[in-house]
């Protein structure tokens, strides 16, 4: 069955970095889109960050743009999300999501347990 472990969230401050990681088992990695979903206390769910199966096109909310990086290494079935000049409004329980096909815009069908970021002085 579809697993998607994230790792790697934790306590950050304001200015600082943290990297998520997402380990994939149960499917052939390679073969989809990924993408990093975030939801903080009392918001909505929102994609921060998606990345194609060959990972030749990624996608960056606005908000996010310039500080996150999105990668993923297919050998290893891991997608991660390099997280700099962190700020307080980027705090939200983080999600690896698995899409249905190659492209970032295909729908999405799995998602993880999600990893907690806190970005607090």
């Known amino acids: 069955q579809v697993q998607l472990e994230e790792s790697g969230g934790g306590l950050a401050q304001p200015g600082g970095s943290l990297r998520l990681s997402c380990l994939a088992s149960?499917?052939?990695?390679?073969?989809?889109?990924m993408s990093w979903a975030r939801q903080a206390p009392g918001k909505g769910f929102e994609r921060v960050s998606g990345?194609?199966?060959?990972?030749?096109?990624?996608y960056y909310k606005g908000a996010v743009k310039g500080r996150f990086t999105i990668s993923r290494d297919n050998a290893k079935k891991i997608v991660y999300l390099q997280m700099s000049s962190l700020k307080p409004e980027d705090t939200a329980m983080y999600f690896c999501?698995?899409?249905?096909?190659?492209?970032?815009?295909?729908?999405?069908?799995?998602r993880g347990q999600g990893t907690q970021v806190t970005v607090s002085s």
């Open positions: 149960g499917f052939t990695f390679s073969d989809y889109a």
């Open positions: 999501i698995k899409h249905r096909g190659r492209g970032i815009d295909d729908p999405s069908d799995y």
């Open positions: 990345i194609a199966s060959d990972g030749n096109n990624t």
